[in-house]
Every structure is written in C-alpha cells, then in structure tokens.
C-alpha cells in the first residue's frame, strides 16, 4: 500500500503538477527505494530521476547524491569480486577437464592377469 501511494504522488507529480502536493513521507519512501528495481520500474526510475532533479533542498539532494555513489562503489566491488570467483571457476573448470583425462586414460579395461604397474 505505502509502495503503491508513493508511485502514485510520483505519476501525479509528473502529470498534474496542480493537484499534486509535496509529502514529505512520500518523497523519503521514493529515495530510500529508488535503486529496489523490484518496487520501482524503469519507467518510475525515469521520473524519480526528474523528481530528485527538482528536489528544492541542498542536503537531501547531497544525501540522494552520496547515496548513489556509495551504491556504485559497493557494485564495483561486487562486480570485481564476482570477476575473480568467474576466474576462479573457469581455473576449476580446466582442472575438472585435466581429471577428466586422466579418469579416461585411467578407465582403459584391465586384463586381471597382468601384475598391476608399479609407479
């Protein structure tokens, strides 16, 4: 309900700026959820963007601002970590292929008379 309220003062904010009036609670919803894609759709991020862009107070711009950035460093350090795990998968993956072949060369059938090969 709170979710469906705050994307409805955002649609009537962009398209009856005359009936539209500022809620303070509505405005914190939006900016706490902006980056959630699960609560807000492309189109709405699209006129968040122009909302926050209108945004008359410095500081709650500031605090919107250095929110995105902190999220942008966090998703950079996701993206290097996920980068590593994927190099150290495909690392896994050439040692799986390498056990692979020698589990073949290893399968050949053995005559039961033969002495078995010391190494």
């Not at 500031?62 to 290097?80: F, S, Y």
Request: hydrophobic share 25%; aromatic share 6%.
């Amino acid at each position: 309900k709170v979710m469906t309220q705050a994307l409805s003062y955002l649609q009537l904010w962009k398209h009856d700026k005359d009936s539209w009036k500022f809620q303070k609670v509505r405005q914190t919803w939006l900016l706490k959820h902006a980056y959630d894609t699960r609560r807000i759709k492309e189109d709405n991020f699209k006129i968040l963007l122009e909302y926050i862009k209108s945004i008359r107070g410095d500081r709650c711009r500031q605090v919107t601002l250095d929110e995105a950035k902190k999220l942008i460093q966090q998703n950079q350090g996701t993206e290097e970590k996920e980068d590593n795990r994927d190099d150290k998968d495909d690392e896994d993956d050439e040692d799986d292929d390498k056990n692979d072949e020698v589990v073949e060369r290893n399968d050949k059938p053995v005559d039961a008379r033969e002495k078995p090969s010391e190494a």
